[in-house]
């Protein structure tokens, strides 16, 4: 069982959150995580990448030269591959990186990632978090009360907030995500974590009706 400070908006500890990390990930498949992780950045490759072949580049099809006696390497095409300006010999063609691993394989990585978490303590917890607008300075004043002002830090909230998302969109190495929107990628990338209680509270039900269900 791990055991951490809840804070206010000051930075003040206002109580205390237990929450046992082994409740949502037994044990950590570290091979899991990383085939998680690896197939999340495979998705977001854009795979445009495109160069002419030999059929692709302009240039006459006339053979260069005579076959024989001219004491030259017989040569047939300006587009060769071998030759300057000619075509690529292996050329790169557009094509699409993205796959699936199994829905049920990608939920117990994001639960390995958060225990594992959990476990570091790289955990912030705040008793509420909300805005009346958009407050981009009250945000970094929040993470400055915090202690997160140097580190790369994703904000967890329980739901989706627009206010909260737009204050901390325009900082850098600050991201912000819904419980819902949770992976294993968005997880382990920031070294911190802020997150609400109320969406510990919605991880534990998560885990807790996983748990329930096998």
Do not use: C, W
């Amino acid at each position: 069982m791990t055991t951490f400070p809840i804070y206010d908006r000051s930075g003040s500890q206002v109580g205390e959150y237990e929450i046992d990390p082994a409740a949502l990930a037994p044990r950590v498949n570290k091979q899991l995580l990383h085939d998680a992780v690896v197939m999340y950045l495979a998705n977001k490759r854009q795979g445009s990448q495109k160069t002419k072949s030999r059929r692709e580049v302009s240039g006459s099809t006339k053979k260069m030269y005579r076959q024989k006696g001219t004491g030259h390497a017989r040569a047939g095409s300006r587009r060769s591959g071998v030759r300057r300006g000619g075509g690529h010999i292996h050329s790169r063609q557009p094509r699409d990186y993205s796959y699936r691993l199994p829905q049920k394989a990608l939920r117990a990585a994001t639960r390995m990632a958060l225990a594992s978490k959990i476990r570091d303590e790289e955990l912030v917890v705040i008793d509420e978090l909300s805005f009346d607008q958009p407050k981009t300075r009250e945000m970094v004043t929040l993470l400055a009360a915090l202690g997160l002002s140097t580190s790369s830090t994703l904000v967890t909230t329980a739901e989706h907030d627009p206010n909260v998302y737009k204050s901390a969109r325009n900082i850098q190495r600050v991201t912000v995500s819904p419980v819902s929107d949770l992976n294993a990628l968005n997880v382990l990338t920031p070294r911190r974590m802020l997150i609400t209680k109320a969406a510990l509270d919605a991880i534990k039900l998560r885990a807790a009706a996983v748990a329930t269900a096998t």
